[in-house]
């Protein structure tokens, strides 16, 4: 963080030297006064206009710095605004405590936001469907491309901003406990080993989660371009206990479909299309919900959903435009391993 401070008394050739040693990164300084507080931003295009108005190279950083400085301030991010920022092509966004010193510095180019939230990810399933494959490898290990499938979700979690990252396992625990010795996408990956097969929800009861907030739990199989900045701000605005990721699914009837009252037909629709919305496996949840889960019994997601619709709590549903696969077979394996050799053949990924 210090790489990109400077004090408002220091020369501004001082700053130049400094902006230099950044090159080829973010090219931005902050600049504070003698209590620390930032009293404005500097970058290459601020010298240029200062030095072209007449401001000399031995006179102060102040004399060149922004004061109409973008900020976030206080102890929570508000992820709007810093959607705003980014959005605007704010490259760095400083943090600031009630006294303006800064505590942190967002990298949009790195980290595109920072949502509150732990995550877990399920990988303890055996994958039998994508046998032979999966005899010796667990299925989150399986590479796509020149990665393993997990990873993709490891390294959009983090730059989500999510570090908090858990992975539940069971079947060959031991060889995504070895992947996960190294960060990935500089995050520390936590491994949690169930006893017993707890269902697609249940392993979430091993993991200490913080009394309030929210967690994403998701499977860890998955390969999908969702937001979850989208998607944890609609679950924040929709004030809901569980937000579940959705994906289209349509059903062609391949004949006439009769409507009927008692023995009569009072309708023909011929080959008729139905819309539906599917549960993509991706969740974001309310920690007390997950909190209250029994370390000693099977819980499936759907269990979950369905005692929270019971109980009159708030379940949303958030919609997803990209992509998603679910990788539960050859057929899906092998159209996901196409999907990016596409991406990497363009260039976008």
């Known amino acids: 963080m210090d790489r990109h401070i400077i004090s408002e008394n220091a020369q501004l050739i001082d700053a130049i030297a400094k902006l230099n040693q950044l090159s080829g990164k ?36 102040s004399r060149a710095a922004n004061i109409r400085f973008k900020a976030l301030r206080g102890d929570s991010i508000d992820l709007r605004l ?20 800064i505590t942190d510095i967002i990298d949009t180019t790195r980290t595109a936001t920072r949502l509150p939230v732990t995550a877990i990810l399920m990988a303890g399933g055996k994958g039998e ?11 989150p290990l399986l590479k796509i491309g020149q990665q393993p499938i997990i990873d993709y979700n490891i390294k959009a979690l983090a730059r989500a901003g999510v570090t908090d990252i858990y992975v539940t396992v069971n079947y060959m625990a031991d060889k995504i406990e070895e992947h996960f010795a190294s960060p990935v996408a500089g995050v520390n990956v936590k491994c949690v080993r169930e006893d017993m097969p707890l269902g697609t929800i249940g392993s979430a009861a091993l993991v200490d989660l913080p009394k309030q907030g ?34 289209p699914y349509n059903v062609s009837v391949p004949y006439a479909i009769l409507t009927t009252d008692g023995n009569s037909v009072t309708n023909l629709q011929e080959k008729p299309s ?60 092998a159209h996901a391993k196409e999907l990016m050799r596409h991406h990497l053949d363009s260039g976008s990924c």
């Open 214 to 247: 929210a967690t994403i739990v998701m499977n860890s199989d998955l390969l999908t371009t969702l937001s979850f900045e989208d998607m944890y701000l609609h679950h924040i605005n929709e004030a809901a206990d569980i937000t579940i990721a959705a994906v």
């Open 26 to 61: 973010v090219m931005t300084l902050f600049v504070i006064d003698h209590n620390h507080r930032v009293t404005g931003s500097l970058t290459d295009g601020d010298v240029r206009r200062a030095l072209l108005s007449g401001v000399s190279v031995t006179d102060p950083v």
């Open 274 to 333: 139905y819309s539906y919305y599917a549960n993509a496996g991706i969740y974001i949840i309310a920690n007390p919900l997950l909190r209250a889960l029994k370390t000693d019994k099977r819980t499936d997601a759907t269990d979950l959903i369905e005692a929270a619709i019971a109980r009159r709590l708030k379940v949303t549903y958030f919609p997803i435009s990209g992509t998603w696969i679910d990788i539960g077979s050859p057929t899906d394996f």
């Open 82 to 101: 810093l959607r705003q920022y980014r959005k605007a092509g704010l490259r760095l966004v400083p943090r600031l405590d009630g006294k303006g010193v």
């Open 129 to 139: 469907r994508l046998r032979p494959l999966t005899l010796t490898t667990p299925k």
